[in-house]
């Protein structure tokens, strides 16, 4: 059965976004090579985003990890399915898009892309693990890599930790919830 797994990278300040969605920061990071980043993209068997994700991912022709890994994706939006780009399916049920992409995945993993996906993943039970790239840079300001107001903590246990390429490589396996409250 495949592992879903949210696979980001954040600013060292926590944003994995700029305002405004804007992705233009990861462009030009002093990065190397990363035998993580290549591991986990020979993995990907399936991505998961919402649209939010899904807006910017059209402009670029469609393709997702710079065109490096093409696999079935499927998109968490109550769009009409005929609106959607060649490659993408649209589907308005999260639990039916990762049951989805997990069938598409096979063996390998889905990737999660996406702050407010893999939040509402988390909340339904269904992220197995975080793999979260930290790039040398401080934004300021945007889109969080896990924002839930008064939300409840969640335990993760450390899978690898490691750096390459200028990046720090944290991936967690999802323990549990844990309360917000206790």
Not at 86 to 93: I, M
Not at 118 to 133: F, I, M, N, Y
């Amino acid at each position: 059965m495949a592992k879903v797994l949210y696979h980001i990278t954040m600013s060292l300040d926590g944003f994995v976004a700029g305002p405004a969605d804007d992705m233009s920061w990861l462009r030009g990071l002093p990065t190397g090579p990363n035998p993580v980043a290549e591991r986990v993209m020979g993995e990907i068997g399936a991505v998961l985003m919402g649209h939010r994700t899904y807006a910017p991912a059209t402009t670029a022709e469609g393709e997702v990890y710079g065109g490096r890994v093409r696999v079935p994706i499927f998109v968490v939006t109550r769009d009409d399915p005929a609106s959607a780009q060649p490659g993408f399916t649209f589907e308005a049920d999260l639990l039916k898009a990762v049951a989805a992409a997990s069938a598409a995945a096979g063996d390998g993993c889905v990737a999660v892309l996406g702050p407010a996906t893999a939040r509402r993943c988390l909340e339904a039970g269904v992220l197995d693990e975080v793999l979260v790239h930290v790039a040398p840079v401080l934004l300021g300001d945007g889109v969080r890599l896990f924002d839930h107001p008064g939300g409840t903590r969640v335990r993760l246990e450390p899978v690898e930790l490691s750096t390459a390429g200028g990046l720090g490589n944290f991936r967690y396996r999802v323990e549990s919830p844990v309360d917000s409250r206790a």
